[in-house]
Nanobody, 124 residues
Framework: QVELVESGGGLVQAGGSLRLSCAAS????????MGWFRQAPGKERELVAA????????DYADSAKGRFTISRDNAKDTVFLQMNSLQPEDTAVYYC?????????????????WGQGTQVTVSS
């Protein structure tokens, strides 16, 4: 059974913070690279952050660098996205995804499983 369940989205004012969590089934998480995508209305899905299985390697979209931090707790099969200094342009549905084909940092096309998404809305 493969399952990815996001939580932590919501409404926040510009400049605020949110912490997203993604609880995964073992099949989707063990030895897998993980990532967070987002998709705003009328826009393509964007890979925001990715992390290797070990957690030692991370990568970010330019829009997320310096503001977002991806991390994981391998004992709890959970990946996180800490988002600070949020801006209205960060408004989107955020999706957790896993790449069981690689334990390294996954690229956009490397992902195999997706969650249902959690809405993040940033008001100005």
């Amino acid at each position: 059974q493969v399952e990815l369940v996001e939580s932590g989205g919501g409404l926040v004012q510009a400049g605020g913070s949110l912490r997203l969590s993604c609880a995964a089934s073992a099949r989707a998480f063990r030895y897998a690279g993980m990532g967070w995508f987002r998709q705003a209305p009328g826009k393509e899905r964007e890979l925001v952050a990715a992390i290797s299985w070990s957690g030692r390697s991370t990568d970010y979209a330019d829009s997320a660098k310096g503001r977002f931090t991806i991390s994981r707790d391998n004992a709890k099969d959970t990946v996180f996205l800490q988002m600070n200094s949020l801006q209205p342009e960060d408004t989107a549905v955020y999706y957790c995804a896993s790449s069981i084909r690689t334990g390294a940092i996954p690229k956009t096309m490397d992902f195999d499983y997706w969650g249902q998404g959690t809405q993040v809305t940033v008001s100005s």
